[in-house]
């Protein structure tokens, strides 16, 4: 996973309580960091700040989800309003936290999204399988002599 947030206290802080719990985690200070790393590694869950100078959370977002459409963003804001919440939610955030928030909840929410991103991956897979697929009468069809 991969935190997203100018607040350096609370990255380096909340990185290194995941990683005693075992998870591997990457940090951003802005949206154009995470962005660099989205194109280096394979992360599936994003937790992204709402409110950062430069390119805020919202259009991190966007950016995030038009070239990598299958990561999964949670947005986090200490300064939610309705307003960013459902701009998130409209541009593809799986879920919204408030700041501050408990680290069981951050991990809850991380979790779920996780599993959503391997039910998509599973099916975008079963898809593809069944695309190269042939059914048991197009096999034995090729087999028969003509």
């Known amino acids: 996973m991969m935190l997203v947030d100018d607040e350096e206290r ?4 909340t990185q290194k309580l995941l990683n005693k ?15 660099e790393i989205l194109e280096r590694k ?14 805020d959370g919202i259009e991190t ?3 995030i989800k038009s070239r990598f459409p299958l990561v999964e963003v949670i ?15 409209k541009s593809g955030a799986t879920d919204y ?3 501050p928030t408990g680290l069981e909840e951050l991990i809850r929410k991380a979790e779920e999204a996780f ?18 697929m042939k059914s048991p009468r197009e096999i034995l069809k090729e087999s028969e002599p003509e």
Request: proline share 1%.
């Open 10 to 13: 609370f990255l380096t802080t």
């Open 21 to 35: 719990k075992g998870y591997d985690v990457q940090i951003a200070s802005s949206g154009q960091e995470a962005l």
């Open 42 to 55: 394979i992360i599936h869950v994003v937790i992204l700040d709402v409110k950062m100078p430069g390119m």
């Open 61 to 63: 977002l966007k950016q």
């Open 75 to 89: 947005m986090l804001t200490g300064h939610a309003t309705v307003e960013s919440a459902v701009d998130g939610l």
């Open 97 to 99: 936290l408030m700041k």
């Open 115 to 132: 599993e959503k991103w391997k039910r998509m991956e599973e099916k975008i897979r079963l898809a593809t399988s069944k695309k190269y």
